[in-house]
């Protein structure tokens, strides 16, 4: 079975672009979580959809949006990149319970 | 709210010695408590996780936890450390009844193993 899958792996952008992450889940998962992964905050949560409906969001500015597809991939996007966005972005999928399975990540480096 | 605690930014040990890696909880309710492993440049791999029953809990490549409701704690445990064990180590909880699958996580601990 094919694990998460982030693309793309690495990522460079400028102050004030926007930017958009993909997600694939394990085949049937319908939960998909995202979260940020930085030094110095370590791992935030910032938002989980389920079929198609967010089921929860951290406390992130509204820069930072995602969206799942019907067939549970999902994406996020990041508007107005500053700095500070600078993390590695991490996608888990969930199926039937709570063990979350991660991808490797979108390293995102904002210049 | 709740919050995990990882009260070590780093915790060395000898291979072929014990290791802890503690890890400390605040939640309303019954917790589901969690433990995840991070290699460097990779995503986090589930070790093991407590949801209910039996306090020590069995996971992945040999670790274990204790979880120790008095204590409000869930330390990661690992009988004889390798060398391979070394990685960052993060404690997370899922409040029950939260309604969804977000996790909050500890800080992390950073675990070397010495050869």
């Known amino acids: 079975k094919a694990g998460v899958t982030q693309t793309p792996r690495y990522l460079i952008k400028t102050r004030g672009q926007q930017v958009t992450l993909s997600c694939s889940p394990i085949?049937?998962?319908?939960?998909v979580s995202w979260y940020q992964q930085t030094p110095g905050q370590g791992l935030q949560f910032l938002f989980e959809?389920?079929?198609?409906?967010?089921?929860n969001k951290g406390n992130f500015p509204g820069r930072f949006s995602g969206r799942q597809f019907s067939n549970s991939r999902s994406e996020m996007n990041v508007s107005t990149l500053e700095l500070g966005d600078s993390a590695l972005y991490l996608c888990?999928?969930?199926?039937?319970?709570?063990?979350?399975?991660f991808g490797s990540g979108t390293q995102l480096s904002v210049l | 709210a709740q919050s995990v605690a990882q009260p070590e930014d780093q915790v060395n040990v000898a291979e072929g010695n014990p290791l802890t890696v503690k890890c400390t909880y605040s939640?309303?309710?019954?917790?589901?408590l969690f433990w995840y492993v991070q290699y460097p440049n990779r995503g986090l791999q589930f070790l093991l996780k407590?949801?209910?029953?039996?306090?020590l809990v069995k996971g992945s490549y040999g670790f274990e936890a204790e979880f120790n409701k008095s204590q409000t704690s869930f330390h990661l445990k690992k009988p004889s450390a390798l060398v391979s064990d070394s990685a960052l180590y993060f404690c997370?909880?899922?409040?029950?009844?939260?309604?969804?699958?977000?996790?909050?996580f500890g800080k992390g601990t950073k675990l070397s193993v010495i050869p």
């Open positions: 888990a999928s969930s199926g039937t319970n709570e063990k979350l399975f």
């Open positions: 085949s049937g998962h319908r939960s």
């Open positions: 959809y389920f079929s198609e409906t967010q089921r």
């Open positions: 939640v309303s309710g019954n917790p589901y």
């Open positions: 407590y949801i209910t029953g039996d306090n």
């Open positions: 997370a909880v899922i409040g029950h009844g939260a309604g969804s699958y977000q996790l909050t």
